[in-house]
């Protein structure tokens, strides 16, 4: 049996021609992870998260996510096996309701949506899943409602709860807060706090309040590399962090 060591990245680079994006990032995430990777614009966060999904070819290194090679899978394969980013807003069927949209997530991953002669009786099952997830991001009374009704949070809320529904072990959360009102924002980290204990969670962000409520662990990147990695309290503590966030970079 394989053990669950979740998603481990080793010796990871990535070119641009002459230009190096990514620089020997060594990485784990295990089980439970609640890591934040953070950096000043162009550090090379996006294209991390694009080497992991399967967007982009890694130039050399290792992706494992519990021993199994990543690398030979492309995005819908690394979804089925289990690494996820979340839907963005713009990927959202706007006019249908949330219910309808985690329902669609939810047979894209039993690759259900051909299957119209499914068992009729196998049908409310699959609608208590729903109701579940929908309770699990405090969305249970917005299910009837047209994603559009929404506000911006509750709308990033049905992203996460509609990638959720893929039943990843490994999210990546990119800029969940961004461009929520800060009203908002604790509909955002709130969600974040009650993933499953079991999911490990990537979070790309920039709103560093955000950062510090809710990772556990912090990973710092410049030009490319892991410049530092800590618990929030050390990367609070470091020098070089502090000057590299008061030096210019503000969001
Ligand atoms: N397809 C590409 N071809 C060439 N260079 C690229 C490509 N994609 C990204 N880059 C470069 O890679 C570097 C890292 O970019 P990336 O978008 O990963 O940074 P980031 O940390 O996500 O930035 P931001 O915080 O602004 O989103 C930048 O210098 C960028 O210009």
């Known amino acids: 049996m394989t053990q669950a060591t979740g998603l481990r990245v ?29 950096g000043p614009n162009g ?16 130039s050399a290194g290792e992706i ?7 690398r ?19 990927t959202l069927f706007r006019d ?34 729903i109701d579940a997830q929908l309770a699990a991001f ?21 992203e996460m709860a509609m990638t959720l529904m893929l039943k990843p072990r490994v999210l990546i959360l990119d800029e969940p807060a961004a461009g929520v009102p800060s009203s908002d924002s604790h509909l955002i980290t709130d969600a974040i706090e009650r993933l499953p204990d079991d999911l490990a969670v990537l979070i790309i962000e920039h709103d560093m309040k ?17 410049l530092t990695q800590g618990t929030p309290d050390e990367i609070a503590a ?3 962090v502090r000057d590299l966030y008061l030096g210019g970079h503000h969001d």
């Open 64 to 70: 494992t996510l519990n021993g199994h090679d990543l």
């Open 43 to 58: 550090a090379g966060k996006t294209t991390f998260s694009n080497l992991i999904t399967g967007i982009l070819t890694p």
């Open 238 to 240: 470091n020098q070089q």
């Open 10 to 38: 080793r010796g990871l680079n990535k070119n641009f021609g002459g230009l190096t994006v990514a620089q020997d990032i060594n990485l784990d995430l295990p089980p439970g992870a609640r890591t934040a990777l953070i």
């Open 210 to 226: 955000l950062v510090f409520q809710v990772a556990r662990s912090i990973v710092v990147l410049v030009n490319g590399a892991i």
């Open 72 to 90: 030979a899978l492309n995005e819908a394969q690394r979804v089925k096996a289990g690494v996820a980013k979340t839907f963005q807003i713009t």
């Open 138 to 158: 405090r969305l249970s009374d917005m299910g009837d409602k047209r994603v559009d009704d929404l506000a911006y949070g509750q709308q990033r809320l049905v």
């Open 96 to 129: 249908l309701t949330v219910r309808q949209n985690l329902r669609l997530a939810q047979q894209e991953r039993d690759g259900r949506a051909q299957s119209w002669f499914r068992r009729a009786d196998s049908w409310p099952e699959a609608e208590d899943e």
